[in-house]
């Protein structure tokens, strides 16, 4: 069971920021933030991961996604990172584990910059966010939806959709998330300071690569994870950009797998 709460989430400079958030689960904290392809790409995983660690799942929505609200000066990853640094304030929560898919991930690294005490692990699920010389980010903006489609999965059939065949709200929907991912990441999905800056990280960190990604490749994740002195890499063989929603049991079994018997220990309990 889980239940879905707007949060008035005070943030500087600018007005408090509404902020819509699924939970899931009861137990030690996890922030599960998506990327690109919006909540649904991780709600279903979320779910899935709280009741195999008997955790509690908290999945944010970006605002401008899913049809929400976004204000104007919240406009960067790093505005995400505080606003959520801010919302784990607000809760009061202790011994948080965050984890980020694709832009997600970036708000992850950019939250684990932030030196927050409440924050003690991170998991980047495929991120973007660096600059990686000759192994930029895929050019989403300039694919057509069938090409990201090709790009993002190992076995792609599944998750295919024709964007033409959707209801207007639905289209409406696609067309707030793509303006969101402009808005708050830029068309080349990097911040060139990023790579340089993780290196001040001590958090523990895994670092999680489907093997078949397209948007962003295996070099990619291993220079990720280099950048990063705490962090592990493994890569996950038959899934793509987004492995917690084409393969969550992987995704399940490596965090597990990372922690022992615990998830808890990742969070360095």
């Keep these: 069971m889980n239940t879905t709460t707007l949060y008035t989430v005070p943030l500087a400079g600018t007005d408090p920021v509404e902020v819509s958030v699924a939970d899931f689960g009861s137990g030690q904290p996890f922030l599960l933030l998506h990327g690109g392809a ?20 908290l999945v944010p929505t970006h605002p401008g996604f899913g049809g929400t609200e976004r204000p104007e000066a919240l406009d960067s990853v790093a505005g995400l990172a505080a606003l959520y640094g801010a919302l784990l304030d607000q809760l ?43 192994h930029p980010v ?64 001590e958090i523990p960190t895994l670092v999680l690569w489907g093997e078949s990604d397209g948007i962003v490749d295996t070099h990619y994740g291993h220079a990720y994870a280099a950048a990063i002195p705490t962090a592990r890499f493994q890569l996950l063989p038959e899934t793509g950009h987004s492995p917690q929603l084409e393969t969550p049991d992987q995704v399940i079994h490596a965090i597990r797998d990372s922690a022992g018997t615990d998830a808890s220990v990742l969070a360095g309990r």
């Excluded at 919006?38 to 799942?57: D, I, L, N, W």
Aim: charged letters at 15%; proline letters at 7%; a negative charge.
């Design 38 to 57: 919006g909540p649904q790409s991780v709600t279903g995983f979320a779910e899935k991961f709280a009741a195999a660690h008997g955790v509690r799942v």
């Design 92 to 134: 009061d929560l202790a011994d948080v584990t965050v984890i980020g898919n694709s832009i997600g991930g970036w708000i992850t690294a950019e939250i684990a910059l932030l030196k927050s005490p409440r924050v003690s692990g991170i998991v980047l699920i495929d991120a973007v966010g660096i600059e990686v010389p000759g």
């Design 138 to 201: 895929a050019d989403f903006f300039s694919l057509t939806m069938d090409q990201v489609f090709q790009l993002s999965f190992h076995n792609p059939a599944p998750f295919r959709i024709d964007p033409t065949t959707l209801p207007p709200a639905a289209q409406a929907v696609a067309a707030g998330n793509r303006a969101a991912i402009a808005a708050y990441a830029g068309t080349a999905m990097t911040d060139p300071t990023l790579a340089g800056r993780l290196a001040s990280l």
